[in-house]
């Protein structure tokens, strides 16, 4: 239902050009938690924030339902807005610290001219709070937002994004900031939302782990590139990619010693700059060949949901 | 926003500065009922008491103890024979032929001389010339009246009512015996000294109006009861300036008047610094560059000379006329003085646009201005707050500049043009006036200082930052 098609973003900084998406193809379809997985830098967040038409492409299109949504006008941008949330990372950044919580969830409402009286809309907002596990909601809605936690200020967060009753949402990191013991609390409010509304999701993180519990399928990017894409079962019980598998690896697990046996991966340290042209991953693959440094190698099907960019498959 | 209330209100600073501000803003509003002069640089309003005047609570002070203050006194004769009451402010006097009728007015005097002396008294002659009529003041004659007036003595009317005005300040040779009588290089100087003569100390003093019959059958003459007025060297609540206009009523309305100028030029200063610095900083881009680069130019701009030369040219060449000067000053300092609101609210626009929340209700389908006005411009409350209290005393401090320099405004009391017209006349012997000078410079500083604690403490209050708990 929205696929950005051939993402190009780039950053100038003086002389510097940060490429942070070069030529990214993503789709993410009906009901379906799409994970994009990848270290800090990799475009993650550029690449959820342009599929949002909050940041413009250097080339590329996204499209929504067929639409290119960039090219979208009035009622119709509208429409695209109200359908299509984000949440941040950082909910303490991500919400307006002077409003109650009540006028910050039920903002959109008033934007899209939603309710058709006062008592609709505190019904609505009431509900909203109510689904996201901020109860007692009356008092939720009365309190500012330095009066909550990391974790309830995500909830409003998650609030304002469900009060427009969207079909898409970018979830930007939404649990990196919160306590372990209450990501699950979060994660399973996305999963509901997938199961009993049927809201796709796209779940960015850096934490594969995260990934597993909650996604459908999964991106992996690195450098502004997807380097290997497919179903969470077939990306994570088999990994191809060596950057995949480095990843994988690094999550922390309780018994530390099983683990050689799972991979034998050793990132290299990086021993020579990017030349430009190769496998971006190279100066620090372990396995990296002669071609590796001379062709950057395209995403290429190992089987029917399991796609990787590597010269090794 | 109780919250804020209690913050602002735990700040001994906010309290001084809130305290200062109301006083002074209550003397501005009550002007018309704390003072009855509304302009003393006016010569109708002038003299109120004398040049130099201190204030009257500072006669607790030794060196002020016995100045006097304003007396108005109607003075009423002692009893003698032939002098018989008409009615309350009329006596009849019958002077026997040849003879001669002293009607003698106590003046209890308790202070050292007045400025001025000035009687008055209505005064109503035989029909007959034969008849003098010499007024003495502590056994000093003073003035002589004739129907047949041989200088120094003055003329009356026969038969006829005759006002009668004796006024120290206009004495001369040919109207008083007594600058006659002085040497004669005394006689110029003769308005200061008689008050000296007649009233040296505290005491008893008589008005003596002797009245004498040259003819052959007795006469009757009217005299109604002097008035006896001076000017004193206590006045008021701030004493006098060089004129003897009073200090107080310039402080009022020197405070009304400053206070106006600097909320409506703080406003101004705010209302193009906030435009200018919003539209650079949350348009951006080409705008940005320009308005910018506009910005820069008036913010290199030498403020004060520019000032005075803008006044100068627009008020000497009369280029344009018929607008007021205080309007004149006050769009001038305005338009020299929003750079550097504009900068601070260019740079923290800049900020917010690119804050999380802004581009989250972008996400929310949110218009370009219902985030500037829902999000942007009520997060640059403390910013906009601090601005227009830190711009209060710059525009004062700057219009006082220009009237202390006397290119202002110099028909009407200002704190400026008060301080300006005290160092011209600031000397040892009226004690440097210090009645004068004090008030506006203690003025002006409290004000500057209350109004920047205020912006100081709305800063800090009202700043998304304070909410947060950072």
Redesign the interface.
Same mark, same amino acid.
């Given at each position: 239902m929205i696929e950005g098609k051939d993402l190009r973003v780039y950053f100038k900084s003086r002389d510097i050009v940060v490429k942070a998406l070069d030529g990214v193809n993503v789709s993410v379809k009906d009901r379906e938690i799409v994970g994009i997985v990848g270290e800090s830098g990799s475009g993650k967040t550029t690449l959820g924030?342009t599929i &949002?038409n &909050?940041q413009k492409p250097l080339s590329g299109e996204v499209l929504w339902n067929g639409k290119n949504v960039f090219k979208l006008k009035g009622k119709e #941008?509208?429409e695209f807005?109200?359908q =299509?949330?984000?949440i941040?990372q =950082?909910p303490? #950044?991500?919400?307006?610290?002077?409003l109650k919580v009540y006028d910050i969830v039920a #903002?959109?409402l008033r934007?899209?001219n939603i309710p058709k009286d006062k008592e609709e809309e505190s019904k609505i907002v009431m509900e909203t709070l109510r689904d996201v596990g901020l109860t007692p909601e009356d008092e939720y809605a009365k309190s500012?937002? =330095?009066q909550l936690s990391g974790g309830q200020l995500q909830r409003v967060?998650i609030a304002?994004a469900l009060v &427009?009753n969207p079909s898409f949402i970018v979830a930007d990191e939404p649990v990196s900031m919160l306590d372990m013991s209450i990501r699950a609390g979060v994660l399973d409010i996305f999963k509901r939302l997938r199961d009993e509304r049927g809201i796709s999701i796209m779940m960015i993180t850096h934490d594969i782990s995260t990934l597993g519990y909650v996604a459908d399928r999964i991106y992996v990017m690195y450098q502004g590139k997807v380097i290997e894409h497919g179903s969470t079962d077939a990306v994570l019980d088999k990994p191809l990619h060596p950057y995949t598998q480095a990843l994988i690896s690094a999550v922390p697990i309780p018994d530390p010693s099983g683990r050689t046996s799972l991979f034998s991966i050793k990132v290299k340290e990086e021993m020579e700059p990017y030349n430009g042209k190769g496998c971006r991953y190279y100066p620090r693959c372990p396995f990296a060949m002669a071609s590796c440094r001379e062709k950057e190698p395209n995403l290429s099907g190992v089987s029917s949901d399991h796609y990787v960019a590597c010269f090794l498959y | 926003m109780n919250k804020v209330i209690r913050d602002l209100l735990s700040r001994k600073t906010f309290i001084f500065s809130i305290v200062v501000i109301l006083f002074f803003a209550a003397i501005a509003l009550l002007a018309p009922v704390l003072t009855s002069y509304n302009n003393p640089y006016q010569v109708s309003q002038q003299f109120v008491a004398a040049p130099y005047a201190v204030p009257a609570w500072a006669t607790i002070f030794p060196q002020y103890h016995d100045l006097p203050p304003d007396v108005r006194l109607t003075l009423t004769p002692v009893s003698a024979s032939g002098v018989t009451p008409v009615n309350s402010s009329f006596v009849k006097i019958t002077v026997p032929a040849g003879g001669e009728v002293n009607v003698s007015y106590p003046i209890r005097w308790n202070w050292s001389s007045p400025y001025n002396v000035i009687l008055s008294f209505i005064l109503v002659p035989p029909a007959t010339s034969d008849f003098n009529v010499n007024l003495y003041m502590n056994n000093i004659n003073i003035m002589e009246l004739s129907p047949v007036p041989i200088p120094p003595a003055v003329s009356v009317t026969l038969g006829k009512p005759n006002s009668i005005t004796f006024s120290s300040q206009t004495i001369n040779p040919s109207n008083s015996p007594y600058v006659n009588s002085l040497p004669f290089q005394d006689q110029p100087l003769a308005s200061l000294e008689f008050p000296k003569a007649v009233l040296p100390r505290p005491g008893m003093y008589y008005l003596v109006i002797s009245l004498q019959n040259t003819g052959n059958s007795p006469e009757t003459f009217l005299l109604s009861n002097p008035h006896y007025t001076s000017l004193g060297y206590a006045y008021g609540r701030l004493g006098t300036d060089d004129n003897g206009g009073s200090v107080f009523s310039e402080f009022v309305y020197g405070a009304r008047f400053d206070l106006y100028l600097a909320l409506v030029a703080s406003v101004l200063i705010i209302g193009i610094g906030l435009i200018i610095g919003l539209l650079a900083g949350y348009v951006g881009g080409f705008t940005d560059l320009t308005l910018n680069a506009l910005t820069d130019f008036f913010l290199l701009i030498p403020g004060l000379p520019l000032l005075i030369v803008l006044i100068s040219i627009f008020d000497l060449t009369g280029v344009i006329v018929n607008v007021n000067k205080a309007v004149l000053i006050l769009l001038i300092i305005s338009f020299l003085s929003w750079p550097g609101t504009a900068k601070i609210i260019r740079g923290q626009t800049l900020s917010l646009r690119s804050r999380t929340f802004v581009e989250a209700s972008r996400a929310l389908g949110e218009g370009k201005l219902r985030i500037l006005f829902r999000h942007i411009v009520p997060n640059l409350m403390g910013i906009l707050f601090a601005q227009l209290a830190y711009d209060v005393p710059g525009v004062i401090l700057a219009e006082s500049g220009l009237d202390f320099l006397g290119l202002g405004i110099i028909g009407f009391p200002t704190w400026g043009n008060m301080l300006g017209f005290a160092t011209n006349d600031l000397s040892f012997a009226n004690g440097f006036a210090w009645w004068w000078v004090l008030p506006p410079g203690i003025g002006i500083i409290l004000l500057s200082t209350a109004f920047y604690y205020f912006g100081t403490a709305m800063l800090d209050v009202l700043s998304p930052y304070k909410l947060r708990g950072e």
């Open positions: 924030r &949002l &909050l #941008e509208k807005r109200r =299509n949330q984000i941040y =950082n303490y #950044e991500a919400v307006d610290i002077r #903002e959109g934007v899209h500012l937002p =330095n967060a304002r &427009l | -």
